[in-house]
């Protein structure tokens, strides 16, 4: 009757451990789909592109749509736009939501709490909102059609003082003890001994202010009109022709443009989820 049972019990988990697979796989499946759908579309004509009912298949291989890319827009200057701005502006946030996040959970000065509710609404506030107070600051410092409006304003993030904030607090208060004992200042116990331990939620923050800098739009379509400012984003939005879309070539610009982004997720994706997991344990 044991072994009985026990097979039992073995082929019920066998059956959960395949159900599981099966709906992971669809899940992989659903989320794979619309990055799948862009390399064929970047390999058809723009015939087949518009085609009705659906063609999912190109009839041959197009593979001159990616170098015709190069040829329509300045595409590696709009890439290396795209690369200082997005890195400088994850360098920014990695340095001031850190400092202001370890701040806001560890030390103690007034209006602490305070400061930190006025940080809360700006997340409550669609960026759109102060989009025209940000444009008219980089007017004033006259910083238009410049590569260092790209990134300014990104430098800083609500968000990404939260995220640090909270990975900081989970961290145990008897290391600053500790290191207050020994004489350490307030800077020293930040880089010596919390932010080695914030490895994790650093790495998260990185990839998060990454994909938003990458990915932006509407601020350099605003801030920038030279087509040597753009960013690739803004850049590729210019291949919209008047009267039609060149799909194909659409595609293939947004392909070479998300393949960084990819890249980083899969070298990092291991740290990413730690950071992300390891958030908002105590609040």
Not at 5 to 31: C, D, E, F, P, Q
Not at 121 to 140: K, N, R
Request: charged share 15%; proline share 5%.
């Amino acid at each position: 009757m044991a072994d009985e049972g026990w097979k039992a019990m073995r082929k019920k988990r066998s059956s959960g451990n395949a159900l599981t697979y099966i709906i992971l796989i669809l899940g992989v499946g659903i989320v794979a789909l619309p990055f799948v759908w862009m390399i064929l579309t970047s390999l058809k004509t723009n015939t087949e592109a518009v085609s009705v009912p659906v063609k999912f298949f190109p009839s041959s291989l197009r593979w001159g749509t990616y170098a015709e890319i190069f040829k329509r827009i300045p595409f590696l200057k709009m890439f290396s736009n795209t690369a200082v701005s997005s890195i400088i502006s994850v360098i920014g946030q990695l340095v001031i939501c850190s400092l202001a996040g370890y701040s806001f959970a560890k030390l103690r000065f007034p209006g602490k709490d305070q400061i930190f509710v006025v940080v809360l609404a700006v997340l409550m506030i669609p960026g759109s909102a102060y989009i025209l107070t940000q444009y008219q600051i980089i007017q004033d410092m006259g910083l238009l059609n410049t590569i260092t409006a790209l990134f300014l304003p990104k430098c800083f993030s609500a968000y990404g003082t939260y995220l640090m904030r909270q990975f900081f607090i989970a961290l145990p208060d008897e290391l600053r003890d500790a290191a207050e004992i020994d004489g350490c200042s307030h800077i020293q116990t930040f880089t010596r001994i919390y932010l080695p331990l914030a490895k994790p939620g650093l790495v998260a923050l990185g990839i998060i202010a990454l994909k938003y800098s990458w990915n932006d739009l509407m601020w350099p379509l605003i801030v920038n009109s030279s087509l040597d400012k753009m960013t690739l984003s803004a850049g590729l939005s210019y291949m919209a022709g008047q009267y039609e879309i060149e799909y194909p070539l659409m595609m293939a610009g947004a392909v070479l443009a998300v393949l960084p982004l990819l890249i980083v997720f899969v070298v990092f994706q291991k740290q990413f989820i730690a950071g992300v997991a390891n958030t908002g344990i105590k609040g």
